[in-house]
């Protein structure tokens, strides 16, 4: 998969509520299968195992054979690169909102001084 492609993969996985949650388990509780993620989830474990199979294949997450169980853990060096781009992203959006801003600001005022000189035209 290419790294736009992968990019892209990586938006869709993590934009899906359900495997947010299934991130911040696996975060906070470390290491574990997918019957156990669904005991503390509302979903079943088949829902899970999909779930991680989105996770797995953009990398947030891998899992590792430990005799008859799968183990999932989080790949960090995977996160930590999506973290960076999300912050990225996020940097990006705030310019182009700030600048939107400015116009709006812009815009209003000069609708304002154009008020101002009509009324004063008015009343001469």
């Known amino acids: 998969m290419s790294g736009r492609a992968l990019d892209q993969h990586l ?4 934009a899906e509520p ?14 574990a299968t997918p019957t156990m993620l669904a005991q503390e989830l509302p979903m079943t474990r088949q829902a899970v195992t999909k779930h991680l199979a989105v996770l797995d ?7 590792r054979r430990q005799g008859r169980e799968v183990r999932y853990v989080i790949e960090p060096e ?3 690169v ?3 781009t999300m912050t990225e992203v996020a940097a990006q959006w705030d310019m182009r909102l700030n600048a939107i801003k400015r116009i709006a600001e812009s815009l209003h005022a000069d609708r ?5 000189t009509l009324k004063l035209e008015d009343a001469r």
């Open 11 to 14: 938006w869709a996985a993590v």
């Open 78 to 80: 995977r996160m930590a």
């Open 57 to 63: 294949k953009v990398g947030l997450v891998e899992g």
């Open 112 to 116: 304002r001084r154009q008020q101002k």
């Open 18 to 31: 359900s495997r947010l949650r299934v991130l911040d388990l696996l975060l906070a509780r470390g290491p």
């Open 82 to 84: 999506a973290a960076r």
